[in-house]
């Protein structure tokens, strides 16, 4: 059955990347949200296999909607990405419960095994 996942990403053009690559190689995106607080909204809604999320974003960070998301469900499976391969950010990612960590620009065999990983 394949994996239900949700894109959240400030970048409409990142979205539509992330989701080309995932719908290619036969994973369902259920959905989509543009900032941290809709992804937490839409995780709550959807509650999908995975998301795919971005650090940067406006209204709520990638990592407060990590915090969040994994406070109302302590199994979520989430992938941090980010442009900005700060290792402050990754170790604080990781410690806030992400499974993994993409940096952009992507490559579409890495966020795939990324994906493979964590959700298989």
Do not use: H, W
């Not at 909607?65 to 469900?73: G, H, Q, T, Y």
């Not at 579409?108 to 964590?118: G, N």
């Amino acid at each position: 059955m394949a994996k239900n996942i949700l894109i959240c990403d400030d970048a409409a053009f990142m979205r539509m990347m992330i989701k080309d690559i995932l719908t290619k190689n036969g994973y369902n995106v259920a959905g989509e949200a543009e900032n941290g607080a809709k992804a937490v909204e839409k995780y709550n809604e959807l509650k999908p296999d995975l998301v795919l999320m971005d650090i940067t974003m406006p209204e709520m960070d990638g990592i407060a909607a990590l915090k969040k998301i994994k406070e109302n469900d302590p199994g979520a499976m989430v992938i941090m990405c980010s442009a900005m391969g700060q290792q402050a950010m990754v170790i604080e990612s990781i410690q806030a419960g992400a499974k993994d960590f993409i940096v952009k620009p992507f490559q579409a065999d890495r966020v795939i095994e990324a994906v493979k990983k964590v959700v298989g």
